[in-house]
């Protein structure tokens, strides 16, 4: 047996020991504290698929593996594609076995073989279990892969004939191309002359953005890079070629919208080239800014002294233009002139209303396109989606 006092010495250096370990060294006598790993989720990007389902792999990572079973909860949030037209949502929680550093988890997005805007959804991460997140959100890219377009055939229609008139003209627009015997592409911006134009940011192409299927014509704005310009798109007119002086014009098609989208169909005097505008006069049937999709413009523009004047009417339906296919008309007489949608009145215009030379009894030519941004309508924003159609069933001049 140790004497007292050496036992009393050990007692007390042990002691010593024991409270500067720890007071100043953790490691040296206790576990280590483990500390949680974060979660990240990458962004994905894939082909729509063409039959059936495609499915959108996610994987969630660990920054390092646990000892516990980490949990997250995993939603999808509509972009511009839109669940469940698009893609099948998600609210699940997912776990990560302890030692595992990843899971997967699959979005099954909803295919078809028509074209449309690339479109996206997100992936939430939220409400962690032994972990932390350290990316919230997989961004996730619905790529277009179809060049058919969808062609519904739905909406308003008209005869093929009307009593006690003749059908004069008519581009039932049922082939494969443009017929050139009718129509012209203006081409550009209408620079660098700036005969035409309202600060527009469209470049128009001589036919790379005009499709023909099912028996429409199909004008494409797109976004993209061409001339200075962001976008793309198509005008066509029939001067020197197609002219009229009255009669009843049935103009049947479905058109864009969107904040910044511009379709129209509209009419110059055709001493446009001699004359210039507005002298020449303007007659427009139907004009729509994208952000009202259901408000209908129709205007005459003329010369009143040296500058230019208008006369614009409007008329608001019950749903979206775009919708479906609606008639755009005209009904036009010596001092008359009447515009209407699905047969109802937008507008009726007469030499009372104009303060000049009334300029809309002579001929007059067509023009269609869809504009993007400019002066009236603004820019896209982000809400605008591109591309956007504008389909075009016929035209038929009856007199
Ligand atoms: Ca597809
Ligand atoms: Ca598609
Ligand atoms: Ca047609």
Not at 26 to 41: K, R
Not at 334 to 361: G, R
Request: proline letters at 5%; hydrophobic letters at 35%.
């Amino acid at each position: 047996m140790l004497p007292k006092f050496t036992m009393k010495y050990i007692f007390l250096i042990f002691s010593l020991l024991l409270f500067s370990c720890k007071k100043n060294d953790t490691d040296c006598c206790l576990p280590p504290v483990e500390t949680n790993p974060t979660i990240s989720i990458d962004a994905l990007s894939l082909a729509e698929g063409n039959t059936g389902t495609t499915a959108f792999n996610f994987t969630i990572k660990l920054n390092k593996a646990s000892s516990k079973t980490v949990s997250v909860k995993v939603t999808t949030k509509n972009g511009t594609a839109a669940a469940p037209k698009d893609f099948t949502s998600l609210d699940n929680t997912i776990t990560i076995s302890p030692g595992e550093t990843t899971a997967k988890v699959t979005v099954s997005v909803v295919a078809d073989e028509f074209k449309e805007a690339d479109e996206d959804f997100q992936l939430m991460l939220s409400e962690p279990t032994n972990a932390s997140i350290e990316t919230a959100i997989g961004a996730a890219f619905i790529m277009n892969d179809d060049t058919k377009f969808e062609v519904v055939e739905n909406g308003y229609t008209t005869p093929n004939s009307y009593a006690g008139m003749n059908l004069v003209w008519a581009d039932e627009f049922n082939g494969t191309s443009l017929n050139a015997e009718n129509w012209n592409y203006d081409v550009g911006d209408g620079c660098p002359n700036c005969g035409w134009g309202n600060n527009e940011l469209q470049y128009y192409t001589a036919g790379e953005n005009l499709y023909f299927q099912s028996g429409k014509m199909i004008i494409e704005a797109r976004k993209e890079n061409k001339n200075g310009k962001s976008y793309t798109s198509t005008r066509l007119t029939s001067m020197n070629k197609k002219s009229f002086k009255f009669g009843r014009i049935d103009f049947r098609a479905k058109i864009p919208s969107g904040q910044g989208i511009w379709p129209a169909f509209w009419m110059l005097g055709d001493n446009f080239p001699t004359a210039g505008w507005p002298a020449c006069g303007e007659i427009d049937i139907l004009e729509v800014l994208g952000q009202q999709p259901s408000k209908i413009y129709s205007t005459i523009h003329f010369k009143s002294g040296n500058t230019s004047a208008r006369v614009e009417k409007s008329l608001v339906t019950a749903t979206s233009l775009a919708d479906e296919f609606h008639v755009y008309s005209m009904i036009w007489e010596k001092d008359k002139i009447k515009t209407m949608v699905d047969d109802k009145t937008i507008a009726e215009f007469d030499p009372s209303q104009v303060s000049a030379t009334y300029p809309f009894n002579e001929k007059f030519f067509f023009i269609m396109n869809i504009a993007v941004g400019g002066n009236w309508p603004g820019s896209p924003n982000a809400t605008t989606y591109f591309p956007q159609f504008m389909m075009v069933d016929y035209i038929r001049v009856f007199q």
